[in-house]
């Protein structure tokens, strides 16, 4: 897919998961008519397929934490929470690329944990530069080696264990808390949980269902992955924070102050409350 689109497997994952959810939470707008309902069910349904036949590690753990966000939502109502709980047996049973995805990755943390080579398992050599960086952090742990080093700073400490990786095989850490830490050290890893979960202490943005969804996929690819590293992973970042966080602050301070403002009613925190509905 890469070669197709030019958009990195990771993002493109998330990009997939988020469309799905984004794709049902348009539906509930009082602008859409039947025709734009049925077409929005349909590319969301159409994404999530996608998601799975791809088999993306990192699409299907942001899809699944988000389908579990809905499934805690929903537990007035059993029937539906049951349901959605079994749709990572249902896809696993019935889906080839799933069953390999999953055979994959418990082989490649074997790997890992057994002192095997690594050099040619991505989740394990993934494991080896957790363990780097974390062995760099506990000499840091304050402010950290600075942003510019921390390459420099995951090298050197691979010079001393390498997991028998080699250099071309010796990876950054895949997850932006650790990123952050290690750039920045515990002031750096506190502004970063700053700037993500700011928007959920205010009201608004609470009752914003588009909006709690994409923090808690960025949250989550931030796991598994440095989306901040790299161009697309920021820009989609970027694009999701000022659509919904900084359009729906200005649209709460227009409704609030009485004055007719536009946005859109993805990004509008209120938007007669249309958003806020079940899915």
């Not at 750039?183 to 928007?199: K, Y």
Request: aromatic share 10%; proline share 4%.
């Amino acid at each position: 897919m890469g070669a197709i689109t030019l958009i990195f497997h990771i993002s493109f994952g998330v990009m997939l998961a988020s469309a799905c959810f984004w794709g049902l939470l348009l539906r509930r707008s009082s602008l859409v008519g039947p025709v734009g309902r049925a077409l929005l069910l349909g590319a969301a349904v159409a994404a999530a397929l996608t998601l799975h036949v791809l088999a993306y590690r990192t699409g299907l753990l942001v899809f699944y934490v988000g389908l579990l966000a809905y499934a805690v939502r929903q537990l007035l109502q059993k029937h539906v929470a049951a349901g959605l709980g079994l749709a990572p047996w249902v896809a696993y049973r019935s889906l080839g690329s799933v069953r390999q995805r999953v055979g994959a990755t418990l082989w490649d943390v074997q790997q890992f944990t057994l002192g095997h080579d690594i050099n040619d398992y991505s989740l394990a050599r993934r494991l080896a530069a957790i363990e780097t960086a974390r062995n760099v952090i506990g000499q840091h742990r304050l402010l950290g080696v600075g942003p510019a080093d921390a390459h420099a700073a995951m090298m050197e400490q691979y010079a001393w264990k390498d997991f028998g990786l080699r250099p071309a095989n010796r990876v950054e850490v895949h997850n932006q808390y650790l990123r952050a830490m290690l750039g920045g050290g515990l002031v750096g890893l506190t502004l970063l949980l700053a700037v993500l979960f700011w928007p959920l202490t205010k009201p608004w943005a609470r009752r914003n269902p588009a909006l709690v969804f994409f923090i808690l996929l960025q949250a989550t690819v931030m796991l598994v992955d440095a989306v901040l590293e790299m161009q697309i992973g920021l820009n989609l970042f970027v694009f999701g924070y000022g659509y919904l966080v900084v359009a729906g602050e200005r649209q709460w301070q227009t409704s609030a102050s009485g004055q007719n403002g536009a946005a859109s009613p993805l990004a509008s925190p209120l938007a007669k409350q249309e958003l806020a509905r079940p899915l």
